[in-house]
Nanobody, 123 residues
Framework: QVQLVESRGGLVQPGGSLRLSCAAS????????MSWFRQAPGKEREFVAA????????GYADSVKGRFTISRENAKNTVYLQMNSLKPEDTAVYYC????????????????WGQGTQVTVSS
């Protein structure tokens, strides 16, 4: 069956870094655009970053541009999110998602979702 399994998040101090990974199985990973979304308490799920099927072309939310980097390794069926210069407002549950409709920012355009991993930025 289809699975997207995010790595464990954690507690990070402001200004710190964290790398999330998401391992995919049960579908043809290289055929899917991959994205990261996040959801903070009391807020809607929001787009963070997306990457084309073969990599190379990426898109980011303005709030993370210049701080976060999305990448993928199709040989390992894995997508990554490198997060630098973390801020308290980055605190959220982070989800990876797979879709076929391009670099989309709407969660409705994605077919498969991971279970989410908590990232907390606090001193």
């Amino acid at each position: 069956q289809v699975q997207l399994v995010e790595s464990r998040g954690g507690l990070v101090q402001p200004g710190g870094s964290l790398r999330l990974s998401c391992a995919a199985s049960g579908f043809t990973f290289s055929s899917y655009y991959m994205s990261w979304f996040r959801q903070a308490p009391g807020k809607e799920r929001e787009f963070v970053a997306a990457i084309r099927r073969s990599g190379g072309i990426t898109g980011y939310a303005d709030s993370v541009k210049g701080r976060f980097t999305i990448s993928r390794e199709n040989a390992k069926n894995t997508v990554y999110l490198q997060m630098n210069s973390l801020k308290p407002e980055d605190t959220a549950v982070y989800y990876c998602a797979a879709g076929l409709r391009g670099l989309r920012v709407d969660a409705k355009d994605y077919n498969y979702w991971g279970q989410g991993t908590q990232v907390t930025v606090s001193s």
